[in-house]
């Protein structure tokens, strides 16, 4: 059945170190969100695309963030350097505008830990 | 003011009883509405989608919506321990963006 993927499912790094996480949308989906989840901010909007193409990151931080899709089957989320406050899980969720209320199908996030 | 508000929980109800998790927005100009249901250590998923004033039922679920109130609950009739999780609302604000609350943690106990 159709869903997002995301890899990887956990990732333990040392701070400074580079860490990318990728997102396979639901076939057909034209729409993708990077979301980051913790206990005290609850679910946070970073960035998304559409038709692959950038529309807000504006709840990224530039200086260490970056959202691409190089190509409709693949969104990546990389921050570098890594720091331990970047901690959460993130999650990636595809949607399309044909439908009526842009509802949004998320993946099973990736739990990542900095150290 | 937090554009979309929950309350955290714990709600706790007994097997079988109606729980009623509420939310409101402040974004007068919100188009449509979602509930996402995460249970611990797991994504959310999405149970139910409301755009226009009044109910929508969708087997136990009954989503309700208040526009002018800017208010939006979700009902849970015969509920189950499997119920128990925590709930999200969410509220897109345009171009297919979605704000969520917090959520609100349910508890059914047997």
């Known amino acids: 059945d159709a869903r997002v993927t995301q890899t990887p499912r956990h990732k333990v790094t040392e701070m400074g170190q580079e860490v990318t996480m990728r997102c396979q949308p639901i076939?057909?989906?034209?729409?993708v969100f990077w979301y980051r989840q913790t206990m005290m901010q609850g679910l946070e909007l970073l960035a998304y695309?559409?038709?692959?193409?950038?529309?807000?990151d504006s709840g990224m931080p530039k200086d260490r963030f970056s959202a691409e899709m190089p190509d409709a089957t693949l969104a990546t989320l990389k921050i570098q350097p890594s720091e331990p406050r970047d901690s959460a899980v993130y999650f990636c969720?595809?949607?399309?505008?044909?439908?009526?209320?842009?509802?949004?199908?998320f993946g099973p996030g990736t739990r990542l830990t900095v150290t | 003011q937090k554009e979309v508000e929950q309350n955290s929980g714990p709600l706790s109800v007994p097997e079988g009883a109606i729980a009623s998790l509420n939310c409101t927005y402040s974004d007068r100009g919100s188009q449509s509405f979602f509930w996402y249901r995460q249970y611990s250590g797991k994504s959310p998923e999405l149970i139910m989608f409301i755009y226009s004033n009044g109910d929508k039922e969708d087997g136990r679920f009954t989503a309700q919506l208040n526009k002018a109130s800017q208010y939006v609950s979700l009902l849970i009739r015969d509920s189950q321990p499997s119920d128990s999780a925590t709930y999200l609302c969410?509220?897109?604000?345009?171009?297919?963006?979605?704000?969520f609350g917090t959520g609100t943690r349910l508890l059914v106990s047997p």
């Open positions: 969410a509220v897109n604000t345009g171009f297919q963006k979605l704000v």
């Open positions: 969720a595809s949607g399309s505008p044909v439908v009526a209320a842009y509802e949004q199908y």
């Open positions: 695309f559409r038709n692959r193409a950038p529309l807000d």
């Open positions: 076939l057909g989906h034209n729409t």
